[in-house]
């Protein structure tokens, strides 16, 4: 079945510090792979896609993202975190054989001053 | 401006009381679908829809209805909501499918009492 996991539930990272959330889907097909970001009350909010060629994406507040085939992993990373950072973080798959996404259970992110 | 918008964003209503939350999107898109998000479970797909005329349960369909006589709209029905239905639930649209960014909506907040 496919599914995907963000194995951590809350982190706490210091102003300046880097990040790295985690992600690893399970889909037997090609997937399309997104970070979403929700804010305090807001939507969700794009912050960078997999669909082909480089493994390795950049998004918007500069964050970037790697796919790891291998690892079936999209594990998301900032070098330096900002206080404007905190927020829940969501993964998701786009199944394309299903038409159909799905989303890992989020990692709120807090961050200290 | 592209956007998805839904209402009501805020709703209390009592058990067993028809309600109706509408979506609607400005840009075309022939993928729309309806998501609840509840604490340590992300998002959860509702129903999906390909185009006019075109639905199909997601994950987690039961107690909800949907239809699609308009591509711009896409409402979501509870015949008779419960309590395990409060929830937060977020439309979104995306071009084609699974192999496209989606778009969300800011959410509709609904509590049943």
């Known amino acids: 079945a496919q599914s995907v996991t963000q194995p951590d539930i809350h982190i706490t990272v210091s102003e300046g510090a880097s990040l790295e959330l985690r992600c690893n889907y399970s889909?037997?097909?090609?997937?399309?792979l997104f970070w979403y970001v929700q804010s305090p009350g807001q939507g969700l909010q794009l912050l960078l896609k997999?669909?082909?060629?480089?493994?390795l994406v950049q998004g918007i507040k500069g964050f970037e993202a790697e796919f790891k085939r291998s690892q079936s992993s999209f594990n998301l990373r900032k070098p330096s975190v900002h206080w404007s950072d905190a927020a829940e973080y969501f993964c998701?798959?786009?199944?394309?054989?299903?038409?159909?996404?799905?989303f890992g259970s989020g990692t709120k992110l807090n961050v200290k001053p | 401006e592209a956007q998805v918008t839904q209402n009501p964003r805020y709703l209390i209503t009592v058990t067993g009381k028809k309600l109706t939350v509408t979506c609607s999107q400005n840009m075309n898109h022939e993928y729309m679908s309806w998501y609840r998000q509840d604490p340590g479970l992300g998002l959860r797909q509702i129903y999906y829809s390909m185009n006019v005329e075109v639905t199909d349960k997601g994950d987690v369909p039961e107690g909800y209805k949907v239809s699609r006589k308009e591509k711009r709209n896409f409402p979501l029905i509870l015949e008779s909501p419960s309590p395990n239905q409060t929830s937060l639930y977020f439309c979104a649209s995306s071009l084609k499918g699974a192999g496209n960014t989606i778009y969300f909506g800011e959410g509709s907040w609904l509590t049943v009492v």
């Open positions: 889909y037997g097909a090609t997937p399309y």
């Open positions: 997999y669909f082909s060629g480089d493994t």
């Open positions: 998701a798959v786009g199944a394309l054989d299903f038409n159909k996404f799905y």
